[in-house]
């Protein structure tokens, strides 16, 4: 069955651009939605964004003009980028398969963003 | 974006109870809803789908019910293991998706 599995940098400076790669394994990122989702400590679930193996996206309009969501067919990767940090990205990032309801997450990452 | 409102944020309980987290959007958004179970330090667990739709290898103790603005997720029978926190989550197909605030389920 599908794993996912991210990767990244843990501490990330304020005003940096936060980069995070999600592997996909056991199947093809071609078959499916990928997205990503954040949860801040002890709070509550934000979708990012979505995006599908020919490069469509889709973004949270909160966080539209800051996120990229990538896709890299050859290595089964999707990435994340996101600039302009500041103390309330703060978060654990997962990353999910499909864009509408999450059956299969990543463990998460938790990236600090402080100087 | 479509707000989405849990009740109650905390939900105390005993073994053996029956309890129900309710879940409303402010507007309408079909039965384009899911529910979530986390534990802490773990990664989300779906557990219903489409409002009511069980999710293969969850207990059937857990059922969602609901259409247009007002949702529920009732545990029956509260076990041990059902102790988490749950999120709703709108997946409505023309909205960005929004996630409840979360409602924790502890012991009483």
């Known amino acids: 069955q599908v794993q996912l599995q991210e990767s990244g940098p843990g501490l990330v400076k304020p005003s940096e651009t936060l980069s995070l790669t999600c592997t996909v394994s056991g199947g093809s990122i071609t078959d499916y939605y990928w997205s990503w989702i954040r949860q801040p400590p002890g709070k509550g679930l934000e979708w990012i964004g979505y995006?599908?193996?020919?490069?469509?996206?889709n973004y949270n309009p909160s966080l539209k003009s800051r996120v990229t969501i990538s896709v890299d067919t050859s290595k089964n990767q999707i990435s994340l980028k996101l600039n302009s940090l500041t103390a309330a990205d703060t978060a654990v990032y997962y990353c999910?398969?499909?864009?509408?309801?999450?059956?299969?997450w990543g463990q998460g990452t938790l990236v600090t963003v402080s100087s | 974006d479509i707000q989405m409102t849990q009740s109650p944020s905390t939900l105390s309980a005993s073994v053996g109870d029956s309890v129900t987290i309710t879940c409303r959007a402010r507007q309408s958004i079909g039965t384009w809803l899911a529910w979530y179970q986390q534990k802490p330090g773990k990664v989300p667990k779906l557990l219903i789908s489409?409002?009511?739709s069980l999710e293969s290898g969850v207990p059937s103790r857990f059922s969602g019910s609901g259409s247009g603005t007002e949702f529920t997720l009732t545990i029956s029978t509260l076990q041990p293991d059902d102790f988490a926190t749950y999120y709703c989550q709108q997946h409505n197909s023309y909205s960005p998706l929004t996630f409840g605030q979360g409602t924790k389920v502890e012991i009483k």
């Open positions: 999910a398969r499909d864009r509408r309801r999450f059956l299969v």
């Open positions: 489409d409002a009511s």
């Open positions: 995006i599908y193996y020919d490069g469509s996206t």
